[in-house]
């Protein structure tokens, strides 16, 4: 019985140890397995995490092969819609991509050009030197017009030649250097400038024609001025001088009347021969060779203020000249332009009782202008664009006398030396002429700079 008790005890020590031990491994199988499930729960999360990353990165490819697919897309239309003829060659000189106007042009269509090189399309006889200018651009490329200041011909399928213009552009890609090459047909520009070129050779011998012809007629107005100073002007001296022998030793014999006729008879004679004598000088003004250079128009305005003062000392005017007035030109017409100015100013200046007359310099825009004021008669600019044309005066003779040549002149002698000429004026407020001259801003003080 104590056997059985015994045996009885050890057995449920037995299953006490046993059933603590599986306790035991209960225990660690649940740690394993909380563990197993932190380890499967971590993965699943990197693994979320990774698949986010990698359908993003799947994304971005999409998104740039879109991209690339539309940018592609854009660059053959942008070839395509080039009115020249796209070639796009590497860096051995190979075709790798042609537009539709090279088909047009050469004749080829695109299978028999691209792989090929590309001095297919050059003219056989050029191909080897071109073979030498290409290597040497690769050494150096950038954007440039091929062949500069040379004609360039490509050659098409049928072997003609074809007068064009080629502009390089060079691209950088993975594969290697690409250049693409813009190819223009200039054979109607061609044409055109050969028939330019023949109508410009049809103008010059017109020009030299036309120049033959006016040397003609300047040989017979140079003639003809021959002819008024020596056949004209002497029958009027003769008019004149019987005039004045009768009006000496006859006044007496004749009635007043008569002699106030000799007195308009010398009057109109002397007029004339004035008159001939202008017309004689602006015609030598108009053809006589300009003697250029640095002209001290301060000094010269000066010499005729006084020529004016001595001449007319009763007159009270004051004429103010402007320092360091110089000026690129033919010194004896520049007088010339001046003493009809100042002696213009100075007539009609005559019934002011403080006469004031200036000549200075002024910037107008971007020349430099020359300028004769005076507080004279002045006149309506309504007749300003008479002023200028022989003959033509806004005075009567009897109020300003002359012959109203002397503004013709000033302004053809103001034209010879590439200037203008312009007037303002207001009546009873006097007048203002503008002139300028060539290269005048050459000179300061004298000095060319």
């Not at 002007?233 to 009006?247: A, E």
């Amino acid at each position: 019985m104590r056997n059985i008790d015994r045996q009885l005890s050890e057995q449920r020590n037995t299953i006490q140890q046993q059933k603590q031990e599986l306790e035991r491994h209960n225990v660690e199988l649940q740690h394993i397995k909380d563990h197993l499930e932190d380890l499967v729960k971590q993965r699943t999360q990197e693994l979320i995490q990774s698949n986010k990353a990698l359908k993003k990165e799947i994304q971005q490819k999409t998104q740039i092969e879109l991209a690339l697919r539309d940018s592609e897309s854009k660059f053959r239309i942008l070839l395509q819609s080039s009115p020249d003829a796209m070639v796009i060659v590497d860096e051995a000189g190979v075709i790798d991509l042609i537009s539709d106007q090279v088909e047009k042009l050469f004749g080829y269509v695109p299978q028999e050009l691209i792989g090929q090189r590309v001095e297919m399309l050059i003219p056989i006889n050029q191909r080897k030197v071109h073979e030498a200018h290409r290597a040497q651009y690769l050494k150096n490329s950038y954007c440039r017009f091929m062949g500069d200041a040379m004609q360039l011909y490509a050659q098409s399928k049928s072997g003609d030649s074809i007068p064009v213009e080629v502009s390089l552009s060079p691209v950088k890609t993975q594969q290697g250097m690409l250049v693409i090459a813009a190819i223009r047909d200039i054979s109607k520009r061609k044409l055109v400038e050969t028939e330019l070129n023949d109508y410009r050779n049809h103008l010059e011998e017109l020009v030299a024609n036309r120049t033959t012809e006016l040397s003609a007629v300047n040989q017979a107005l140079e003639e003809f001025s021959y002819t008024v100073s020596h056949d004209l002007r002497s029958p009027l001296r003769s008019i004149d001088g019987f005039c004045m022998i009768l009006m000496d030793d006859f006044t007496a014999q004749l009635p007043d009347e008569a002699n106030a006729h000799l007195l308009r008879i010398r009057s109109a004679t002397q007029r004339m021969g004035q008159m001939i004598k202008e017309v004689l000088e602006l015609s030598r003004f108009s053809r006589c060779d300009l003697n250029k250079k640095a002209v001290n128009l301060t000094a010269l305005a000066n010499d005729i203020s006084s020529d004016l003062r001595i001449h007319k000392p009763d007159r009270k005017v004051n004429i103010h000249v402007g320092n360091g007035l110089w000026a690129i030109g033919d010194e004896t017409l520049l007088r010339v332009v001046l003493e009809n100015l100042l002696d213009n100013a100075w007539k009609f200046t005559s019934r002011k009782n403080t006469a004031e007359i200036i000549f200075y310099e002024k910037t107008i825009g971007e020349e430099k202008a020359f300028i004769v004021k005076d507080n004279g008669a002045g006149f309506g600019m309504q007749y300003a664009d008479k002023l200028f044309s022989p003959f033509q005066r806004l005075h009567s003779i009897a109020d300003f006398p002359g012959t109203g040549i002397g503004l013709s002149t000033v302004k053809r002698i103001i034209q010879r030396h590439g200037g203008r000429i312009w007037v303002e004026s207001e009546v009873d407020s006097g007048t203002t002429f503008y002139f300028t001259l060539n290269n005048q801003s050459t000179i300061d003080n004298g000095m060319f700079t």
